[in-house]
């Protein structure tokens, strides 16, 4: 089937092409995608050389939309459903799925060679689901029915920042009611770390920006504090040598940092050894916030039907597909909190 996507052909070359969707294969779905939102780590593909995936390359992975079609033994999901597509799935049968941490499987399993490029070369879909089309194809473990309800602009963004974010809170950090929680970064995942440290019932939240606009936004998510102090977490989402040293500065006594960001290749940072073990700090790394789709997506989507969570706020722009690259520049900038496409 004829269908479009935007691809990173090689390095730096990136287009809206028409490429080739084909028939989902065993326990595997075809999905039109509907709605998704412009990330971070598409930007970081392009500009780290595709990070780790073999090119050509189908960016886009936050993504929601209609199932079309189902493979052979698939269950529970039929042509009608719509779906959130996940990317941190768990395989079921690696030692660390088997000892009971599917959260942090190591082996996600991706439904390989259904999307062509017009040339016949295989393209690799970013985080295996390829969302910056007009459909892909995943494996049935990574689509994942929520209510129609949710307007699909919105469900999408459970798929990557809202799940990453909520889930540093609530499942990497197990963040406390009462604690004190700074954010630095206020984008669409940080954001999404203020709302879930609301939801964690945190008594402080001080968001970190330099963004004078994005500290305003972040008040509205939930921020109760503009400036740093001393916090029992820091959840970094820029992840450079400067914001590292300035979170585990900010811990108090037993505090834990959460990095979150994607750094660049070669970002080093200098620890002070005698103050992180009088402080006797934690330092946790946090893949996603640890979600596991098949478990989050639902109760995310519920929280945002019941307003506990707003999604609707995050959502400042909308484009059609063609419009991807207008939303990298306005990423960069930082005029928006999240631009979704729909395609
Ligand atoms: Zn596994
Ligand atoms: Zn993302």
């Given at each position: 089937m004829a269908v479009q996507g935007v691809v990173l052909g090689e390095r730096d070359s990136v287009a809206l092409e028409d490429i080739e969707v084909g028939a989902?294969?065993?326990g595997e779905v075809l999905v039109r995608i509907e709605a998704t939102g412009v990330c971070h780590s598409d930007l970081h593909v392009i500009e780290e050389d595709g990070w780790g995936h073999a090119y050509p390359i189908l960016l886009g992975h936050e993504g929601a939309g209609t199932i079309e079609a189902v493979g052979e033994g698939v269950d529970g999901l039929a042509a009608g459903d719509r779906v959130v597509i996940g990317w941190k799935t768990a395989c079921g049968d690696c030692p660390t799925c088997r000892r009971g941490a599917p959260r942090q499987c190591k082996r996600p399993p991706?439904?390989?060679?259904?999307?062509?490029?017009?040339?016949?070369?295989?393209?690799?879909?970013?985080?295996?689901?390829?969302?910056f089309a007009t459909h892909t194809v995943v494996p049935q473990v990574a689509a994942v029915k929520v209510p129609r309800e949710l307007p699909v602009e919105q469900a999408c963004l459970l798929g990557c920042a809202v799940a990453t974010g909520v889930m540093s809170v609530l499942e990497t950090a197990k963040v406390w009611e009462g604690a004190r929680v700074a954010v630095i970064?206020?984008?669409?995942?940080?954001?999404?770390?203020?709302?879930g440290a609301r939801i964690a019932g945190a008594s402080e939240i001080r968001a970190i920006d330099l963004d004078?606009?994005?500290?305003?936004?972040?008040?509205?998510?939930?921020?109760?504090?503009?400036?740093?102090?001393?916090?029992?977490?820091?959840?970094?989402?820029?992840?450079?040598?400067?914001?590292?040293?300035?979170?585990?500065?900010?811990?108090?006594?037993?505090?834990?940092?959460v990095l979150i960001g994607l750094s660049p290749g070669g970002e080093t940072v200098e620890l002070s050894l005698p103050q992180l073990f009088a402080k006797q700090a934690t330092i946790l790394v946090s893949h996603g916030g640890d979600h596991l789709p098949q478990e989050d997506f639902p109760r995310l989507a519920?929280?945002?039907?019941?307003?506990?969570?707003?999604?609707?706020g995050m959502v400042?722009?909308?484009?059609?597909?063609?419009?991807?690259?207008?939303?990298?520049?306005?990423?960069?900038?930082?005029?928006?909190?999240?631009?979704?496409?729909?395609?």
């Open positions: 989902p294969g065993a991706a439904a390989t060679g259904r999307l062509l490029r017009r040339d016949g070369s295989v393209l690799t879909p970013v985080l295996r689901t390829g969302t970064g206020c984008g669409a995942v940080g954001l999404s770390v203020i709302q004078e606009r994005k500290l305003e936004q972040a008040k509205r998510f939930g921020a109760t504090h503009t400036e740093p102090g001393p916090v029992d977490f820091v959840f970094d989402v820029v992840a450079r040598r400067s914001t590292v040293e300035q979170g585990i500065g900010l811990l108090s006594s037993g505090g834990t940092f519920q929280w945002a039907l019941d307003g506990k969570l707003d999604l609707a400042t722009r909308t484009a059609p597909l063609d419009g991807w690259s207008d939303a990298l520049e306005a990423m960069k900038g930082g005029d928006v909190i999240r631009t979704v496409l729909l395609p």
